[in-house]
């Protein structure tokens, strides 16, 4: 006995044939009585079938899900004088096969492909939730927003399916990116919280180059107080290289004497530069003479005797004397006053006589290669008593590297010309690590969440210390945790400034090294349960390995051709319609794909509490210029 309610819903659904099939491309022949936009059922209106939308493919048992990528019409040719009174209009579907239906859920792919003729049918309600479901029931999920062409439809996200996955987040400013990062966090935090397992093995580290999740003062205006989440959960790291009052980050004293660090500090070249430093901080050399202050005031004064003694032409006249200061600057606060006594002497009376080719001391009038020479210079060395005890660990790197630098230089082991700019670099960078960094065995991802924030800190160092920072975790995590018991997410905001692949402000082989350190955690981090989250204005900036590389892509409006190409070359789960809406996304909206929805989804992102969303508002220049601005404007 058929069912007299499913022949009326087949019906009133049934939306016309298909016509062809072209491997997954289909065109659907509509029936002339469906053209309107609109249908009635059961004394409802249900949305005719339209770009964008969804159709059900009825082979046998087997119902297949297309989307309708765009649509033609034609009128008929009468033939004859006879007309039929018709609607005389023929339409035809573009339809683009993306998945099927099997016990009431959908899944992504194609099984088999329609014959000709077989029926097509407008999604019914639960069918049409199928489809848009993104986490499957009993699935842990949290609240995204509602779907944009349906804002009765809830879309929440699985929790396995972003937080286990490399996620990128694209779009020009105010278009929303931002609130959609902290959205996603928000929600997170806010559901496991209070979950001990959650908090003693997931670490979130977030890359804050604007300042844009760090808590302001609840008297700063209107800005939030408790960004993502309160500080329960959540600590804070504001660094500033413009005085000493930001924080500074805690990091293990191996980490700070690796050798790695000091190259991507120094942007040390690979050739000449990264082995020196290799052979410096590999050496257990200066570490033993740093621990018997006598020997190492000898070896410092014969260094400058030989410095004296040393006739090549290519050397500096200055070099005893630069060689003292770098010390004095590298013992800082704990430099002792003969020290400084000492350099002025040397400065006052050591000078080059040109004619012999040798130094000389005029008031004992005495030559470098005097036989006396040493027995008179070297006592002044030794007269000074240096202590290293309290010199900060990364000023004793600094001490050890400048020690070896002109060791080589008088020795002849080095040429100035290759490592010098190590050491002119090293003298700008020094001071800025130092307020940036500090040695200690704190953990510094105490809390589930964990800003670091850029906003003050300079060109330099803003690409230096995200690398530093992720390649520290990242290595630390390989290292101590194997099994990838524990949750480790980098979340990178304004990603362009540190994964871009073209900048004028570093070398070639820097930028390689920079990239190559992102694309092994984008690659195999998810091996050690590490994964990357990345937000950017730019994804053309990106590199391309590391945006193809992504699971999960929440696109909002993006103008330029080059970021919309970028993103649709590595963006394989995309269609026509999607890349098309990407320019005209409203604020707020966004396109998600990606291996957490089976098909391309256009959500608008709910709200975020006041107190949690990003400082990234967009101001209103009509409020600051004039405040009464809710009073009519003069005539």
Not at 400 to 417: H, M, P, T
Request: with cysteine.
């Amino acid at each position: 006995m058929i069912d007299e309610d499913v022949l009326q819903d087949d019906s009133v659904f049934r939306v016309g044939r298909v016509a062809s099939v072209d491997g997954r491309r289909v065109k659907v022949s509509v029936d002339k009585l469906k053209n309107g936009s609109h249908l009635l059922y059961k004394g409802g209106v249900v949305r005719n079938v339209g770009v964008g939308g969804y159709v059900k493919i009825v082979k046998g048992f087997a119902e297949m899900i297309g989307k309708v990528d765009g649509e033609f019409v034609r009128e008929d040719t009468p033939t004859g004088d006879y007309q039929r009174a018709v609607d005389p209009i023929s339409r035809t579907l573009h339809v683009s096969l993306v998945g099927f239906l099997e016990g009431g859920r959908f899944q992504r792919g194609i099984r088999e492909l329609p014959l000709l003729y077989n029926e097509c049918f407008i999604l019914d309600a639960s069918e049409f939730q199928a489809v848009h479901q993104l986490a499957p029931p009993g699935v842990a999920s949290i609240d995204l927003g509602t779907l944009a062409t349906e804002p009765t439809q809830r879309v929440a996200v699985g929790i396995d399916a972003i937080f286990a996955s490399h996620v990128g987040i694209f779009g020009n400013t105010g278009s929303g990116k931002s609130y959609t990062l902290a959205k996603l966090y928000h929600e997170l935090l806010r559901e496991f919280g209070d979950q001990p397992e959650f908090l003693a093995r997931s670490q979130f580290v977030l890359i804050d180059f604007n300042g844009e999740y760090v808590d302001r003062p609840a008297d700063s205006g209107e800005f939030a107080t408790a960004v993502i989440a309160d500080q329960s959960l959540k600590k804070c790291y504001s660094l500033s290289t413009k005085n000493d009052e930001g924080d500074s980050l805690p990091l293990p004293r191996s980490a700070v004497q690796d050798p790695t660090f000091w190259k991507v500090l120094l942007d040390a070249t690979e050739k000449t530069q990264a082995p020196f430093l290799t052979r410096v901080l590999s050496s257990d050399y200066w570490d033993t003479l740093l621990d018997t202050p006598d020997q190492l005031t000898e070896v410092i004064a014969d260094l400058v005797v030989r410095a004296t003694k040393n006739t090549d032409p290519a050397m500096d006249r200055q070099t005893c004397v630069n060689f003292l200061e770098e010390i004095e600057i590298c013992l800082g606060d704990a430099a002792p006053l003969a020290l400084a006594a000492l350099i002025e002497d040397l400065r006052m009376n050591l000078q080059f006589h040109s004619n012999a080719g040798t130094y000389f001391w005029p008031a004992k009038n005495m030559y470098a290669n005097d036989p006396g020479w040493e027995g008179f210079l070297k006592p002044k060395v030794m007269a000074v008593e240096l202590d290293v005890g309290d010199v900060t660990d990364i000023d004793l790197v600094r001490f050890k590297i400048v020690l070896q630098y002109y060791r080589d230089v008088i020795s002849g082991f080095a040429n100035r010309e290759h490592v010098g700019p190590l050491i002119k670099r090293m003298q700008a960078r020094v001071p800025s690590i130092k307020r940036l960094v500090r040695v200690a065995d704190e953990d510094i991802a105490e809390c589930p969440l964990t800003v670091v924030s850029l906003r003050d800190v300079n060109l330099d160092m803003r690409k230096v210390i995200p690398m530093l920072l992720c390649k520290h975790l990242y290595e630390n995590k390989k290292d101590t945790d194997p099994s990838g018991d524990r949750h480790l997410n980098l979340i990178i905001d304004e990603a362009h400034n540190i994964l871009s692949t073209q900048s004028s402000r570093e070398s070639e082989a820097w930028r390689d090294y920079r990239l190559e350190t992102f694309e092994e955690i984008v690659k195999e981090g998810r091996k050690f349960n590490v994964f990357l989250t990345i937000a950017s204005q730019r994804p053309h900036d990106i590199a391309e390995t590391i945006i193809s590389q992504l699971h999960n892509y929440f696109l909002h409006r993006l103008v330029n051709n080059l970021d919309i190409h970028a993103v649709e070359k590595s963006v394989a789960y995309l269609d026509a319609v999607s890349f098309e809406s990407l320019p005209i996304l409203a604020t707020g909206t966004c396109v998600l794909a990606g291996v957490s929805t089976q098909v391309p989804v256009v959500v608008n992102v709910g709200e975020v509490p006041v107190s949690a969303a990003p400082n990234s508002r967009t101001m209103s220049v009509v409020k600051a210029w004039r405040p009464e601005a809710s009073a009519p404007l003069p005539l």
